[in-house]
């Protein structure tokens, strides 16, 4: 695992309030997914300085780790990750679409 890894993890583990280390695989395993994600509905980079990006991701963690099931769930948070997904795809700077 790698130091950058370590801290996101710490961040996740806290934002989700899991003490101990027996779900880290799982919560690293969300992290990751969360970013490829935002990547792609966005095409913001990771790592990157802002600030909504990573509500965003712990967002997602949050939600994935809270409804396991093998079945969909919806929740009002699916609106609130399209709201943020939406305003990263169009108001950072760093997400805008290639012109060439």
């Known amino acids: 695992m790698t130091e950058e890894e ?3 993890l710490e961040k996740a583990k806290k934002f989700l ?5 027996l779900e880290d695989d799982l ?3 969300f992290i990751a997914s969360a970013k490829e994600y935002i990547a792609s ?3 913001l980079t990771f790592p990157n300085k802002s600030a ?3 509500m965003c991701v712990n967002a997602f963690v949050a939600h994935w780790y809270e409804n396991r099931e ?5 929740s009002n948070l699916d609106g609130v ?3 943020m997904i939406n305003q990263l795809k169009y108001t950072l700077p760093e997400a805008a679409p290639n012109v060439e």
Do not use: M, P, Q, S
């Open 17 to 21: 309030r899991v003490d101990g280390n």
């Open 70 to 74: 093998i079945a969909g769930t919806t």
């Open 27 to 29: 919560i690293l395993d």
């Open 6 to 8: 370590k801290v996101e």
């Open 81 to 83: 990750l399209t709201t």
């Open 52 to 54: 909504r990006a990573a």
């Open 41 to 43: 509905a966005t095409g």
